[in-house]
């Protein structure tokens, strides 16, 4: 069964500096995998897909790369800003299925 | 306008209650999914549905049933709830293998 996991579960930063949160997974057979942003009272919102093929996928300040044999997945964020304090999740798809697993987040806070 | 949206944003009610939660998304997306949220254990699959026809339990069906009256509607019923279905659900739609879009969600709370 797979299963998902988020470290750390929270991070307090000053605004400005460079952070990487880690996803780690125990099948490695995935088809690929998610990093989503929740904001309190609103869903989830995608930030990088990265298929089971490729290394890593960038968007702007963000940063996922995928190493699928140790089972690991890191979001890397630059020059961290307030307006990226959120929970971040990263989701497995398994396989050729709909079936997202998710891991529990890290809940990070960008301070002034 | 919101892509996906879910009503109502809040709800509580008593043990035993039927609860019917309604999802709607414009995206034309042919798949759509129920998820819960709880506190330290993350997103969990309730329901799935690849079309009008065809429904799919997911890891933690027991307690709810759903219902794809449209494309476009997926709603999620909760027949007699109990306090332990207390927690945060999602709609969420998607093409294939691709992202998910997810609503605003639900919080319920049963009493």
């Known amino acids: 069964k797979q299963e998902v996991t988020q470290i750390p579960a929270a991070l307090s930063v000053p605004e400005g500096e460079n952070l990487v949160l880690n996803c780690s997974f125990t099948?490695?057979?995935?088809?690929?995998l998610q990093w989503f942003r929740q904001d309190p009272g609103k869903g989830l919102t995608s930030l990088l897909l990265?298929?089971?093929?490729?290394r890593e996928q960038t968007s702007g300040r963000l940063n996922a790369s995928l190493d699928k044999s140790s089972g690991r997945s890191t979001l890397y964020i630059a020059a961290s800003q307030p307006g990226d304090s959120a929970t971040y999740l990263c989701?497995?798809?398994?396989?050729?299925?709909?079936?997202?697993?998710f891991g529990t987040g890290t809940r990070l806070q960008v301070f002034p | 306008d919101a892509d996906v949206t879910q009503t109502p944003r809040n709800r509580i009610t008593k043990t035993g209650k039927r609860i019917m939660l309604e999802c709607s998304q414009t995206?034309?997306?042919?798949?759509m999914y129920w998820y819960r949220q709880d506190p330290g254990l993350g997103l969990r699959l309730i329901y799935y549905?690849?079309?009008?026809?065809?429904?799919n339990k997911g890891e933690i069906s027991d307690g709810y049933s759903v219902s794809r009256q449209a494309q476009a509607k997926f709603s999620l019923s909760l027949e007699s709830a109990i306090p332990n279905q207390t927690a945060l659900y999602f709609c969420?739609?998607?093409?294939?293998?691709?992202?998910?879009?997810f609503g605003p969600g639900t919080r319920l709370t049963v009493l």
């Open positions: 989701a497995v798809r398994s396989g050729n299925t709909d079936k997202l697993i």
């Open positions: 099948d490695s057979a995935i088809y690929n």
């Open positions: 990265i298929q089971s093929s490729q």
């Open positions: 995206k034309g997306h042919d798949r």
């Open positions: 549905s690849f079309d009008v026809k065809d429904i």
């Open positions: 969420a739609t998607g093409r294939g293998t691709d992202t998910q879009y």
